[in-house]
Nanobody, 123 residues
């Protein structure tokens, strides 16, 4: 099984910065894409940023130029540096990993999710 644990959320004033981290642990054969999603109250979960194992990156238009996603493959960790935060960035941020667990049999990729970390931006 693969487990994702996020950290780094909190309360910050508009214009401030936060860095989120997500560590994957467990019996891991490989991790492909790692992503950050956010979900505000009453809204659907949406993609914020993603990064492939080879470093290809994709951002939601709303965070381009403000957020930076990165990963450390040796540590099975993905980061989200969030700058120039706005009140509309307030949400629970979830880490997602598309990973192949280490097990006997045919390798198969699964979607794994963290428990989420709250980010609140005050005006």
């Amino acid at each position: 099984q693969v487990r994702l644990v996020e950290s780094g959320g909190g309360l910050v004033q508009a214009g401030g910065s936060l860095t989120l981290s997500c560590v994957a642990s467990g019996s891991i054969f490989s991790i492909n894409d790692m992503s950050w999603y956010c979900q505000a109250p009453g809204k659907q979960r949406e993609l914020v940023a993603s990064i492939t194992s080879g470093g290809r990156i994709n951002y939601a238009d709303s965070v381009k130029g403000r957020f930076t996603i990165s990963r450390d493959n040796a540590k099975n960790t993905v980061y989200l540096q969030m700058n120039s935060l706005k009140p509309e960035d307030t949400a629970v941020y979830y880490c997602n990993a598309k990973a192949i667990p280490l097990r006997v049999g045919i390798p198969y990729e699964y979607d794994y999710w963290g428990q989420g970390t709250q980010v609140t931006v005050s005006s």
